[in-house]
């Protein structure tokens, strides 16, 4: 179905793997699409709670494939256009009910990074390699990583990171609250899928709420924040989940007596 990436449903829990090995898994225009069409898919599977984000062979992503646009002479405006063409990739991993978890196999920069921090969690190979290489080509970093990774380590961290461009490894990348959490290599997917199964054993709905309100809650005052504390909390009132967990509750209470 996919040139560059691979799709694989188990239960509750989906894989989406980039797929291309040989460029440490950079994003063209064709792989850049065929997520954007993987995650409308998934998004619409009622079946699946929760992704795992993760690539093929030595690497996570290397960021853009430069190949793709090197030499291009940009008029005014149109870096702009294109940056906006990439925009709701990252904005669907953000704004979905799903929780999404970075398996981070390797090398990982750029627009790769970027991605990985739009995720809920982050795991990490000790084997990989982070770097946010975007001052040393003249550019920004992109992709909401200004907006993420400064929640994720401080804006002082992130200065550091950004502005001196070098790499850095999974232990750095753990000291710093970059990543969840950092395993050896072999164990890196094992790992990322008994995370991922404790998770299904969750509410969907409360895990879907709690992240919606936790991806604004900088940008909420603390009366906002209530109101949507509220209106979230009335629906998993009402939940199957909840009620059915409460009846647990008042059951096993009633049997100790």
């Known amino acids: 179905m996919y040139e560059t ?10 894989a989406l793997s980039f797929n ?12 850049r699409e065929e997520i954007r069409l993987a995650l409308i898919d998934l998004e619409r599977d009622d079946n699946i709670q929760v992704v795992v984000v993760t690539g093929k062979g030595r690497g996570f992503c290397s960021g ?25 990739l990252y904005k669907s991993i953000m704004n979905s009910d799903k ?4 398996a981070i196999n390797g090398a990982i920069s750029g627009s790769g990074l970027s991605l990985a921090c739009c995720c809920d969690f982050r795991f990490a190979a000790d084997t990989a390699k982070f770097g946010l290489p975007f ?22 961290k992130t200065k550091e990171l950004a502005m001196l461009a070098e790499k850095f490894d999974a232990n750095k990348a753990l000291d710093l609250g970059l990543v969840t959490k950092v395993v050896k290599a072999d164990d890196l997917l094992p790992a990322v899928d008994e995370f991922a199964k404790t998770l299904c054993k969750k509410s969907y709905v409360s895990l879907a709420m709690t992240k919606s309100i936790l991806n604004r809650t900088f940008e909420l005052t603390f009366d906002n924040l209530l109101e949507q504390e509220a209106g979230a909390q009335d629906i998993c009132f009402l939940s199957d989940f909840h009620n059915d967990a409460i009846a647990d509750i008042l059951r096993n209470m009633k049997d100790k007596k």
Request: with cysteine.
């Open 135 to 156: 001052a040393n080509i003249g550019l920004i970093p992109d992709c909401g990583l200004l907006y993420n990774l400064p929640r994720l380590i401080g804006v002082a």
């Open 64 to 88: 853009a494939d430069l190949s793709a646009t090197m030499g291009t002479k940009y008029r005014a405006n149109a870096g702009r256009k294109r940056m906006r063409n990439v925009f709701p």
């Open 5 to 14: 990436i691979i799709v694989e449903k188990k239960d509750k829990i989906a």
């Open 20 to 31: 291309r090995p040989d460029v440490l898994n950079a994003m063209d225009f064709v792989m």
């Open 99 to 102: 929780i999404f978890i970075a």
